[in-house]
């Protein structure tokens, strides 16, 4: 994180420093930083501690508090007290990726970058 432009304004300060600590060059790529302090080894709600904390470590993790219904579902499970519901909700999350039926082979490419389709 050398470049203030390459900084997430949405974590929290304290977070961000503990992470340009670890990872002092946009180049390294062999330092290793937990997406989940604490619980990593667990699959639990966690993860929306940390994401209504402003401590998701992905870009995308903090954009889940910008749109009201997702940053009230990241709020609802921060709680811990919904621990079933989080459950049954990853389960159909999976079915429905393994029915996304994907084009493989010509048919499809994977993108080197997510909005401009390969040349």
């Known amino acids: 994180m050398e470049n203030p432009s390459?900084?997430?304004?949405?974590?929290?300060p304290q977070y961000m420093m503990?992470?340009?600590?670890?990872?002092a060059s946009l180049n390294d790529n062999t330092t290793l930083v937990e997406m989940d302090p604490g619980s990593f080894k667990t699959f639990d709600t966690d993860y929306f501690k940390l994401v209504s904390k402003r401590r998701g470590?992905?870009?995308p993790d903090g954009a889940l508090l910008t749109d009201p219904?997702?940053?009230a579902y990241v709020q609802?499970?921060?709680?811990?007290?919904?621990?079933?519901e989080f459950f049954a909700d990853f389960a159909d999350s999976m079915i429905?990726?393994?029915?996304?039926?994907?084009?493989?082979?010509?048919?499809?490419e994977i993108r080197k970058k997510c909005s401009v389709v390969n040349h």
């Open 18 to 23: 503990r992470l340009k600590s670890k990872c």
């Open 57 to 59: 470590l992905f870009h």
């Open 76 to 84: 609802r499970h921060a709680t811990g007290a919904f621990k079933n």
């Open 69 to 71: 219904f997702t940053r």
């Open 96 to 108: 429905k990726m393994g029915n996304a039926n994907p084009l493989t082979g010509s048919q499809g």
């Open 6 to 12: 390459d900084i997430d304004p949405t974590l929290e």
